[in-house]
């Protein structure tokens, strides 16, 4: 079983930065995926953007240009920084890893709340 543990969320004005982090249990060095995600109530979630092992990122249309993910392997930890925010923005961000190696699978983060006031 994996862990993901994010951190970093919290309420900030309308063009604010936020910056989140998310741990993860198992080392991210290798054959996986780490991606964030966000979730508003009675919506589906919506994905943000994603870095490969191999450093490949995606983002989606509505954070391109706003939004950078990044990695550190050596502390297990993925990063979401998030600029010029929006009152849209506003909903629990998740992390998430898809692993592909032996034993592999899909974990989630338990979720951290970033609230964008006007």
């Known amino acids: 079983q994996v862990q993901l543990v994010e951190s970093g969320g919290g309420l900030v004005q309308t063009g604010g930065s936020l910056s989140l982090s998310c741990l993860s249990s198992r080392g991210i060095d290798r054959l996986n995926v780490m991606g964030w995600y966000r979730q508003t109530p009675g919506n589906q979630r919506e994905f943000l953007a994603s870095?490969?092992?191999?450093?490949?990122?995606n983002y989606a249309d509505s954070v391109k240009g706003r939004f950078t993910i990044s990695r550190d392997n050596a502390k297990n930890t993925v990063y979401l920084q998030m600029n010029s925010l929006k009152p849209e923005d506003t909903a629990v961000y998740y992390c998430n890893a898809k692993f592909f190696t032996v034993g592999g699978g899909q974990y989630w983060g338990q979720g951290t709340q970033v609230t964008v006031s006007s």
């Open positions: 870095i490969a092992s191999s450093g490949n990122t």
